[in-house]
């Protein structure tokens, strides 16, 4: 990864991880505490793709196993939040374009309770069964609401964070050079032309005019002779 990557990466991660040990697990709120920290894992990962988004999953989760007040086996959150940010990564909008949020809200849940089981999974493996006793149902409920309530305010920031680091035209740095581009797409979608100096754009199109009233211009000056 750049230097840029790791850096925001890394300042991301633990300020997440601070609010959510410090604030977000001292809310008491039934079921499952938001997962301030896979929310930003999730919108790196959507960003970097699938091997940056496995290393900041892997790191980010690591950093939470041995982070107080754990209380599980060391690894075990870095192995969820690897395999996470793979997947987050693999699903990255083309361009780095969000569409719209219907596609980023379906992996907050998609993330939410794939981590939730894996999270379970593994500590039955490990011989860890607190999710049974809580109630994997309640978990998996919980977990999907409150990531996907607190997800509008933390993917898109963590998301044209990492755009601006990495210098990314579509942030608001490359807005501007952008905005003829996408201008011309919306007029060119039903028109089927190119808008700018290409083959069939308007410049062609103004040539085209001239030629014509020029030619116009001529005969009507042959008839008059």
């Given at each position: ?163 601006r680091s990495d210098n990314d035209p579509l942030t608001e740095s490359g807005s501007a050079a952008k905005a003829g581009d996408i201008s011309s797409g919306w007029l060119s ?37």
């Amino acid at each position: 990864m750049r230097v840029n990557r790791i850096l925001l990466s890394t300042a991301l991660v633990v300020v997440a991880l601070v609010i959510q040990v410090s604030v977000l697990a001292r809310l008491h709120l039934p079921g499952a505490v938001p997962d301030l920290l896979l929310l930003t894992v999730l919108g790196l990962a959507m960003v970097y793709g699938h091997v940056g988004g496995a290393l900041v999953g892997f790191g980010a989760g690591l950093l939470a196993d041995l982070a107080p007040p754990a209380d599980h086996a060391a690894g075990r959150y870095a192995l969820v939040l690897c395999v996470v940010g793979y997947l987050a990564g693999l699903v990255r909008p083309e361009n780095g374009r969000l569409k719209s949020a219907s596609g980023p809200m379906a992996v907050v849940v998609a993330a939410a309770l794939g981590s939730t089981l894996l999270y379970a999974g593994v500590g039955a493996l490990v011989g860890d069964t607190a999710a049974r006793h809580v109630g994997l149902p309640g978990l998996l409920f919980s977990a999907a609401l409150y990531d996907l309530l607190l997800a509008p305010f933390v993917v898109p920031g963590v998301m044209w964070l990492a755009r601006r680091s990495d210098n990314d035209p579509l942030t608001e740095s490359g807005s501007a050079a952008k905005a003829g581009d996408i201008s011309s797409g919306w007029l060119s979608s039903g028109t089927g032309l190119r808008i700018g100096g290409q083959r069939g754009g308007l410049g062609a199109l103004k040539a085209r005019a001239r030629t014509r009233s020029a030619k116009v211009g001529r005969i009507k000056g042959v008839k008059r002779l």
